[in-house]
């Protein structure tokens, strides 16, 4: 069964920093794209950021420069670095698998709050 | 403003089939990029609908169905059911220029 588990949110000052962490299992962890998706409470979706099975990466425009993300094959693990953090970045953040060019498998969500 | 245009809700009674429109570009479906679609129930996580434009995961009903023509999507659920309750979005490639994915604003369906 394929499973995904964020880690690593909570409250933090604007201006600070978080990493967030996805544990991955049940499937070949490096044959996947891997995407970072946050939703505000009550909002809708809204992408984050993308890395390919061979490192490439992708980013929103608005945090372009402050965030980073990158994986572990060896772990399983996804990572979201995130700096110069903004009220705006308060969200549940949720790791997410690629298929196609779509998502099929989701995570439970790590909740973010910038205040 | 989301990239990808959805009605903001739609509703219908039990057994009914419900239609939800999903307005892209030529940045995205008109330049033949798929579209996908997510259901997302009160409080928990999206779920894969569909995805590449008209197939169905093996665990989804094939109550759902979807289809893209031009620069639109829709996603039709028919034999509405009491647990179709949910929030739907579209999603595609963004032009890139702000963001490299998109999803549409979502549309919340009410079962009546």
């Known amino acids: 069964e394929v499973q995904l588990v964020e880690s690593g949110g909570g409250l933090v000052q604007p201006g600070g920093s978080l990493r967030l962490s996805c544990a991955a299992s049940?499937?070949?962890?490096?044959?996947?794209?891997l995407h970072w998706v946050r939703q505000v409470s009550g909002k809708g979706l809204e992408w984050v950021s993308f890395?390919?099975?061979?490192?490439?990466?992708e980013y929103l425009a608005s945090v372009k420069g402050r965030f980073t993300i990158f994986r572990e094959n060896a772990e399983n693990s996804l990572f979201l670095q995130m700096n110069s953090l903004r009220a705006e970045d308060t969200a549940m953040y949720y790791c997410?698998?690629?298929?196609?060019?779509?998502?099929?498998?989701w995570g439970q969500g790590t909740l973010v709050t910038v205040s | 403003q989301s990239v990808l245009t959805q009605p903001p809700s739609v509703s219908g009674a039990p057994g009914q089939r419900i239609t939800i429109s999903c307005t892209g570009s030529?940045?995205?479906?008109?330049?033949?990029?798929?579209a996908h679609w997510y259901q997302q129930l009160p409080g928990a996580a999206p779920k894969l609908l569909i995805y590449?434009?008209?197939k169905r995961p093996s665990n989804v009903p094939d109550r759902f169905s979807a289809s893209k023509s031009g620069t639109s999507a829709s996603l039709t659920i028919t034999g509405l059911r009491p647990e179709d309750e949910a929030d739907y979005y579209c999603?595609?490639?963004?032009?890139?220029?702000?963001?490299?994915?998109?999803f549409g604003g979502g549309t919340k369906l009410t079962v009546l």
């Open positions: 997410a698998r690629g298929y196609f060019s779509g998502i099929d498998h």
């Open positions: 030529s940045s995205n479906f008109g330049a033949n990029y798929d």
């Open positions: 890395i390919g099975t061979a490192g490439d990466t």
């Open positions: 049940g499937f070949t962890f490096s044959d996947y794209d």
């Open positions: 999603q595609s490639y963004g032009s890139g220029l702000s963001a490299y994915w998109v």
């Open positions: 590449n434009n008209n």
